[in-house]
């Protein structure tokens, strides 16, 4: 079957990996209203195309926290990479580098942090952190990600306890016992609880800022006075993500939430956007809505399950096409030129 689009890659996924790894993957929490809601709000969001645009020559490169990426959109933080593909995130790493965009590896990745490094040298690569309650552990972690040459550390905000995923529960969720966490070995065999530290409060920023020169990057905003607390706690950059629908249930569709989030920080710091993108029009619409930059968590999994590195390459070529191509149809020639003029929401 040809590979047309992103759906094509969710059908695959879904009808060749282990029932038990598609469900964790494709869990929303409590009724998933949030998670399908995700996508069904871009569906909402209208184009304003501009003609008679010169766009023979077309430029789609853009910067996030000064590094050059060949199209804006990167890969989120996903945990459990090796339940898609068995080389897991080294994969991932690979098929970013060869794109030339950014990869967000997890605390929660099946491979470690050399190993993601090592598979793909030179590649443009955020950590993203969960602070546990063994905080020696975070704070190795940490400084373990900086030693090795990532460039950025994404903290995720919205995680204090686990979302209800009922498939999961139904399924007794746990990773098969030739994966491990592979970063996280032996930090937790003393602890009777979760690992997650749900006391985290701002105030850790600070903590966090004590340990690494890193740019601190803050996921899982979704309000305007949250947005308004992270630039004054000092971050510079923040995901509006609502964990792919995976936590708090009947919360905002992260599109929706940035045009909040956007509003509130005036430019200081830059906003990149999350969850429901499934086409290059969707990143137009998230850039034209002052989203700097757009991160998949869903669809690179369902391109690792495809082919590994190469699926999930295919999958990232399929979005830079549709996204030259929508930015050429609404008439514009450089990402430069994408702003809020471009959409309206629809009244339907």
């Known amino acids: 079957m040809a590979m047309v689009c992103l759906s094509d890659f969710e059908a695959y996924a879904k009808k060749y990996l282990p029932k038990i790894a598609w469900d964790y993957f494709a869990a929303g929490a409590d009724d998933c209203t949030t998670r399908d809601e995700n996508i069904l709000a871009y569906k909402r969001i209208r184009f304003r195309p501009r003609m008679l645009r010169d766009v023979s020559v077309m430029d789609i490169r853009t910067k996030i926290l000064g590094s050059e990426i060949s199209f804006p959109v990167g890969i989120a933080p996903t945990g459990f990479h090796q339940l898609a593909w068995p080389d897991g995130e080294k994969s991932t790493a690979r098929a970013a580098r060869a794109m030339n965009t950014c990869y967000i590896a997890s605390t929660y990745s099946t491979c470690t942090l050399e190993e993601i490094s090592a598979a793909a040298p030179g590649g443009l690569r955020w950590f993203q952190l969960y602070v546990h309650r063994n905080r020696a552990a975070s704070q190795q972690l940490v400084q373990r990600a900086e030693a090795l040459g990532f460039q ?79 630039v004054r706690h000092g971050v510079q950059g923040i995901i509006v993500s609502n964990h792919g629908g995976r936590q708090l249930d009947e919360g905002p569709a992260t599109i929706d939430a940035l045009v909040e989030v956007v509003e509130a920080v005036q430019g200081r710091v830059e906003v990149y956007v999350d969850g429901g993108i499934r086409k290059g029009s969707d990143v137009l619409k998230a850039l034209a809505l002052g989203a700097k930059c757009v991160f998949i968590g869903r669809p690179a999994l369902w391109g690792l399950a495809y082919k590994g590195e190469e699926g999930l390459q295919d999958v990232l070529r399929i979005l830079q096409d549709e996204f030259r191509l929508s930015m050429a149809l609404a008439g514009c020639a450089s990402v430069s030129e994408i702003g809020q003029h471009l959409v309206q929401f629809s009244k339907l």
Do not use: Q
């Open 152 to 230: 950025g550390l994404v903290l995720t905000a919205d995680l204090p306890y686990t979302g209800k995923r009922r498939d999961d529960v139904r399924n007794g969720f746990r990773l098969p016992s030739h994966m491990k966490v592979k970063n996280l070995e032996g930090a937790f065999e003393v602890c009777k609880m979760s690992p997650l530290d749900p006391s985290v409060t701002w105030n850790d920023v600070y903590w966090l800022r004590s340990l690494t020169r890193l740019p601190i990057i803050i996921k899982g905003i979704l309000t305007r006075e949250d947005a308004e607390l992270a």
